[in-house]
């Protein structure tokens, strides 16, 4: 039986599918939105609809203010989803992405509908110490020369005053959401829970990801890719079949 299309939301970029069976909802890293995860939709099967989240003060939003801290962006993002939940449903979220996605899966379940499975991807866990500078706090020349070292950023934009400056307020809003974000203690998650690592990951290593198992005692061992803190994008089919064989072994 085909399935109603999905109400149009801003907050998500997908491509139409009446056979999907499930949705797989893809929270960007710092800096980015739903193009983060543009070309997943054209890999997966038909059966999994890919919902690539788009935050304000981005792309078609970038006249939106952007959302500085987690509990306000989880509420909004909670209203968005929720018309959404309808089919079975999975959460993935690399770098900051994984903790926005952590915390939707949480007001999710207790809400609404709890996710069949969560992928936390290149995010140190949570309770963690973690040098958390208010880099978002420096001029521009040196916030920029601070994050650069991250990666994530295409040479184009970096070469291109224009596009940098335009790049620059969501860049500078997700290490504020970052930097001012603390877990508290909630229900814990009754969905399987994926951890996911790059093997050379200075920022996320996958001995800091594994750590999440403490906080998530039911979350898997983390599953290691090549590369580094963006094997996402540079390990992409990879980490496609990843995704797809775990949901494929969800009941």
Excluded at 30 to 50: D, E, I, L, R
């Amino acid at each position: 039986m085909a399935n109603a299309e999905p109400t149009r939301s801003p907050w998500i970029a997908t491509a139409p599918s009446a056979e999907a069976a499930r949705r797989l909802f893809c929270f960007p890293y710092a800096g980015a939105g739903a193009n983060a995860y543009t070309s997943w939709g054209t890999v997966f099967p038909s059966a999994v609809q890919v919902c690539a989240i788009e935050p304000p003060g981005r792309r078609s939003r970038r006249r939106e203010p952007s959302i500085v801290r987690m509990r306000p962006l989880v509420q909004q993002l909670e209203r968005a989803l929720t018309p959404l939940v309808d089919l079975p449903f999975a959460l993935f979220g690399h770098s900051l992405g994984a903790y926005v996605a952590f915390e939707v899966a949480r007001r999710l379940q207790a809400r609404c509908r709890p996710p069949q499975a969560i992928f936390l991807s290149g995010a140190p866990a949570p309770q963690l110490p973690q040098r958390r500078q208010p880099l978002w706090r420096l001029p521009d020349a040196a916030f920029l020369e601070a994050v650069h070292g991250y990666g994530g950023i295409p040479s184009e934009i970096w070469d291109q005053p224009e596009l940098l400056a335009l790049f620059l307020p969501s860049l500078r809003a997700d290490f504020e959401l970052f930097g001012t974000y603390v877990v508290r203690e909630g229900e814990a998650l009754t969905c399987p829970v994926f951890l996911m690592a790059g093997a050379n990951d200075p920022h996320a290593s996958p001995q800091a990801v594994h750590a999440w198992r403490q906080l998530l005692p039911e979350a898997r061992a983390p599953e290691v890719f090549e590369g580094g803190h963006f094997y996402v994008a540079e390990q992409r089919d990879p980490v496609i079949r990843f995704l797809i064989r775990s949901l494929d072994g969800l009941r």
